[in-house]
């Protein structure tokens, strides 16, 4: 399960680097969602 987490973490973040977020705010938003999915997916 820990690993399942893990690689979403990583895949959702590196989809956001490669969406390219130009500003810090936009970084912080993804880095968010990311861990919003990550909480949805340990529920």
Known sequence: MKRLIALSLLALLGAGILTGCNTVDGAGQDIEDGGEAVQ????
């Open 40 to 43: 949805d997916a340990a529920s």
